[in-house]
């Protein structure tokens, strides 16, 4: 017999441009059973749920749900907040008054983290709780799943900044450095690469922090690149480390923050584009160069969606209410590509998934560590959803010229 009680559903971590599609899914997936008398959502997380500071989403009507899910950005709100011990105690009093049965907590590899904190914090009190991580990260560096909700659209902004990009600055020569977001992982800087369709299109480089970033070997390869073509632009992950393995960021910033999960916030400064945009003017001589760090535009850039993410992140949520209904069991969701192209939603355990983080593939970065491969592009194209244009250049002959 399927556990009697209340549906809670929080948010966590950084906002996406499908992560209400999550919300939207366990949501109306949960109005499906009985057993599950009413549906809250926490604001702010477990913050929130501290705070009993909960909607009655049993009271919101599907039309608006409907156009909450495909609204960016996380519509209960988020946190970065880490509960300890005493916190999940205070979780459990609230959870317990308001007889909550099943959680589900949408976020990252933290969020996950909190997720598993709050499962076992549950087991040694025998309070009986469904707890269930739903995938979400723009990074896309959740282990066990081949890719997370939030990403493919993250990637889909990343790809036509860049081909806009490309087209500028190939009609005005000059440098471009784009500062992407990801941490520790290179997919979504990897994800620039897609933005190239003719043999000379930018992004030239791309530098991940998957490999050892040398300024010598940096301006070694765009001195390479602008001696051919006249113009270089380069796509470099926030979190690119150098020999020692520590940040680029964090050499260049001082007092730098850190979250409650030990994370540094590399996303709040313009530093490393600055730097490295010094280092080719003073060292190769090169007067035009300019560079963005593309920071919170990546999360929640309206109209510029997946369809496929979309898609993806509200089969998460509805798959983790059947999960905790029919089986009975907390975990994780995880993503896996099945085919050529379809994906399937596994259960696995929270302790597989919670604080560990996913890199790139040495398979997807080639050997010299400045770009990818045709096996990453393979991997991110069906990500990144339709309708993506494809620009075009004029092909028509010269004119002979008469007087030079």
């Given at each position: 017999?399927?556990?009697?009680?209340?549906?809670?559903?929080?948010?966590?971590g950084g906002?996406?441009?499908?992560?209400?599609?999550?919300?939207?899914?366990?949501?109306?997936?949960?109005?499906?059973?009985?057993?599950?008398?009413?549906?809250?959502?926490a604001?702010?997380g477990?913050?929130?749920?501290?705070?009993?500071?909960?909607?009655?989403?049993?009271?919101?009507?599907?039309?608006?749900?409907?156009?909450?899910a495909?609204?960016?950005?996380?519509?209960?709100?988020?946190?970065?907040?880490?509960?300890?011990?005493?916190?999940?105690?205070?979780?459990?009093?609230?959870?317990?008054?308001?007889?909550?049965?099943?959680?589900?907590?949408?976020?990252?590899?933290?969020?996950?983290?909190?997720?598993?904190?709050?499962?076992?914090?549950?087991q040694k009190?025998?309070?009986?709780?469904?707890?269930?991580?739903?995938?979400?990260?723009?990074?896309?560096?959740?282990?066990?799943?081949?890719?997370?909700?939030?990403?493919?659209?993250?990637?889909?902004?990343?790809?036509?900044?860049?081909?806009?990009?490309?087209?500028?600055?190939?009609?005005?020569?000059?440098?471009?450095?784009?500062?992407?977001?990801?941490?520790?992982?290179?997919?979504?800087?990897?994800?620039?690469?897609?933005?190239?369709?003719?043999?000379?299109?930018?992004?030239?480089?791309v530098?991940?922090?998957?490999?050892?970033?040398?300024?010598?070997?940096?301006?070694a390869?765009?001195?390479?690149?602008?001696?051919?073509?006249?113009?270089?632009?380069?796509?470099?992950?926030?979190?690119?480390?150098?020999?020692?393995?520590?940040?680029?960021?964090?050499?260049?910033?001082?007092?730098?923050?850190?979250?409650?999960?030990?994370?540094?916030?590399?996303?709040?400064?313009?530093?490393?584009?600055?730097?490295?945009?010094?280092?080719?003017?003073?060292?190769?001589?090169?007067?035009?160069?300019?560079?963005?760090?593309?920071?919170?535009?990546?999360?929640?850039?309206?109209?510029?969606?997946?369809?496929?993410?979309?898609?993806?992140?509200?089969?998460?949520?509805?798959?983790?209410?059947?999960?905790?209904?029919?089986?009975?069991?907390?975990?994780?969701?995880?993503?896996?590509?099945?085919?050529?192209?379809?994906?399937?939603?596994r259960l696995?355990?929270?302790?597989?998934?919670?604080?560990?983080?996913?890199?790139?593939?040495?398979?997807?970065?080639?050997?010299?560590?400045n770009?990818?491969?045709?096996?990453?592009?393979?991997?991110?194209?069906?990500?990144?959803?339709?309708?993506?244009?494809?620009?075009?250049?004029?092909?028509?002959?010269?004119?002979?010229?008469?007087?030079?």
């Amino acid at each position: 017999m399927a556990l009697k009680g209340k549906v809670l559903i929080a948010q966590g971590g950084g906002p996406t441009a499908v992560i209400n599609q999550s919300l939207v899914g366990v949501v109306l997936e949960s109005r499906k059973y009985g057993e599950m008398t009413k549906t809250y959502g926490a604001l702010h997380g477990v913050d929130g749920i501290i705070n009993e500071n909960f909607l009655d989403l049993t009271q919101e009507t599907s039309y608006n749900l409907e156009q909450v899910a495909i609204t960016p950005s996380s519509a209960l709100r988020s946190t970065r907040s880490k509960p300890d011990k005493k916190a999940c105690q205070e979780m459990f009093k609230v959870m317990q008054a308001h007889d909550i049965r099943y959680f589900f907590y949408a976020g990252g590899n933290d969020s996950s983290d909190t997720v598993r904190i709050v499962s076992e914090e549950a087991q040694k009190v025998n309070y009986e709780l469904r707890a269930i991580h739903v995938p979400k990260t723009i990074d896309n560096d959740l282990v066990m799943n081949d890719h997370t909700p939030g990403y493919g659209s993250a990637a889909r902004f990343v790809t036509q900044a860049f081909m806009g990009i490309n087209l500028d600055v190939r009609a005005l020569k000059g440098v471009y450095i784009g500062v992407v977001m990801g941490r520790n992982a290179g997919f979504l800087t990897a994800a620039a690469s897609m933005a190239q369709h003719f043999p000379d299109d930018g992004p030239h480089l791309v530098y991940l922090p998957e490999r050892e970033f040398s300024i010598e070997k940096f301006l070694a390869d765009v001195k390479a690149v602008y001696d051919r073509l006249g113009m270089c632009v380069i796509a470099v992950s926030e979190g690119i480390k150098d020999a020692s393995g520590t940040p680029m960021i964090a050499s260049l910033k001082k007092n730098l923050e850190v979250d409650s999960h030990g994370n540094l916030s590399m996303s709040g400064t313009g530093a490393l584009g600055d730097l490295l945009s010094e280092e080719i003017k003073e060292k190769l001589g090169i007067g035009r160069v300019r560079s963005d760090t593309f920071g919170y535009l990546q999360r929640s850039f309206a109209g510029c969606v997946s369809d496929v993410d979309q898609r993806e992140a509200r089969e998460a949520g509805e798959r983790a209410v059947q999960l905790a209904y029919w089986y009975d069991a907390s975990g994780s969701i995880a993503i896996q590509r099945t085919g050529d192209y379809a994906v399937d939603y596994r259960l696995v355990e929270l302790a597989e998934v919670a604080a560990k983080t996913r890199l790139m593939p040495d398979g997807f970065i080639n050997s010299d560590g400045n770009h990818v491969t045709a096996a990453f592009k393979s991997y991110v194209q069906p990500l990144l959803g339709s309708g993506i244009m494809s620009p075009a250049h004029l092909r028509a002959p010269r004119v002979p010229k008469l007087l030079k």
